[in-house]
């Protein structure tokens, strides 16, 4: 095998760099469109409110472009992301379209790390935490692209963008490893089934948490609405109601579920041909097997017994941090066969 070459893979850190820094340019102007899109949304309300106790005939001619009402029978403007989350229906958010553009960038510059990483090493990058990290937070930011080139999910980009940088943070500064050949148990094809599968599936796991803590938020908020409460929330106006955010969060949870089984089943086979067994009750094995646990019990209760709403979102959540719990906690400190995948 051709010798590891150190000075691509320093490159390849280099661009991780710039992809970091991208990532969090683009998350302050998801922070920042929250904020002016807020203030744009409240502004409209007073003006409307205002129309509408000095003209009736202003009053029916906002809703019949469709303006809502709320509990108190304010009228209120049309939302940016509505129920149907179609991109593009909403107002051309400006500060939002750059923080999206910046994202793409990022992401290239990301993509250009991660293959630039593989090819120092003559083999696929994701053979230790530091390319487990890099390469699972490359891919929430490519499948949140995808998802967003169908719906307007620029809503939840603050968090999804918050979570990559968190995870580059993580690979940078506590899992810094250098570039190197892999040890013999991982040098095999079923490293690219596996791991790949259980990369894509956690990178839609990550996403399905972020709309389920926006649930659970909106959930508490349309509460306090329906109660005559003040809205201190005012940032949730520009996300969709938290029964549409369930929803969509449902189906990409049964997408990434698929996923998941196909993970547990590829590392069986995996384990058989490197240990002569299919399952062992390794630390790993386990932990990847309640995640799938946790994630059926989710589907299941949420199609058959009814749990929807906060209940539904808490499981989702719970199977997220078990998931985080997996890839840190037990690759690092839980000694087993799968020991080598930690640092």
């Not at 019949?64 to 403007?77: E, I, L, N, W």
């Not at 487990?132 to 949140?144: L, M, Q, S």
């Not at 998931?323 to 839980?334: A, G």
Request: hydrophobic residues 50%.
């Amino acid at each position: 095998m051709p010798p590891v070459d150190a000075e691509l893979g320093q490159l390849s850190e280099l661009f991780m760099l710039l992809a970091s820094i991208a990532y969090v340019v683009a998350l302050i102007f998801f922070v920042l469109d929250l904020v002016r899109s807020s203030s744009t949304i409240t502004t409209l309300e007073s003006r409307l409110a205002g129309e509408q106790a000095s003209s009736a005939r202003v009053l029916a001619g906002v809703g019949a472009r469709g303006a809502g009402s709320t509990p108190g029978g304010t009228t209120t403007p049309p939302a940016t992301a509505d129920d149907s989350m179609d991109y593009g229906a909403g107002p051309r958010r400006g500060t939002a379209r750059i923080a999206v553009a910046l994202t793409v960038l990022a992401a290239v510059i990301h993509g250009a790390a991660v293959v630039s990483r593989g090819v120092a090493a003559h083999r696929v990058p994701w053979g230790n935490m530091y390319e487990f990290c890099t390469t699972g937070a490359f891919f929430v930011a490519v499948i949140f692209l995808i998802a967003l080139s169908r719906k307007d999910l620029r809503f939840i980009g603050s968090f999804v963008v918050g979570l990559v940088v968190v995870m580059l943070c993580a690979a940078t500064v506590g899992f810094p490893t250098p570039v190197a050949r892999l040890i013999p148990a991982l040098q095999s094809y079923w490293l690219i089934v596996h791991v790949s599968i259980a990369v894509a599936s956690s990178a839609m796991f990550t996403i399905t948490f972020a709309m389920s803590v926006l649930q659970l938020l909106q959930s508490s908020r349309e509460a306090k609405v329906l109660a005559g409460k003040e809205d201190t929330a005012r940032f949730l106006r520009l996300v969709p109601s938290a029964l549409s955010l369930e929803n969509l969060s449902y189906r990409l949870n049964a997408v990434a579920f698929v996923g998941w089984t196909f993970t547990l089943m590829a590392g069986a086979i995996w384990a058989e041909q490197a240990w002569g067994r299919y399952w062992g009750w390794d630390p790993k094995e386990v932990w990847t097997f309640v995640i799938w646990v946790v994630y059926a019990g989710y589907l299941h209760a949420r199609a058959t017994r009814g749990w929807t709403g906060t209940r539904a979102a808490w499981l989702s959540i719970t199977g997220y941090l078990c998931v985080v719990f997996n890839f840190t906690i037990v690759n690092i400190y839980f000694q087993g066969l799968h020991s080598y995948s930690g640092v």
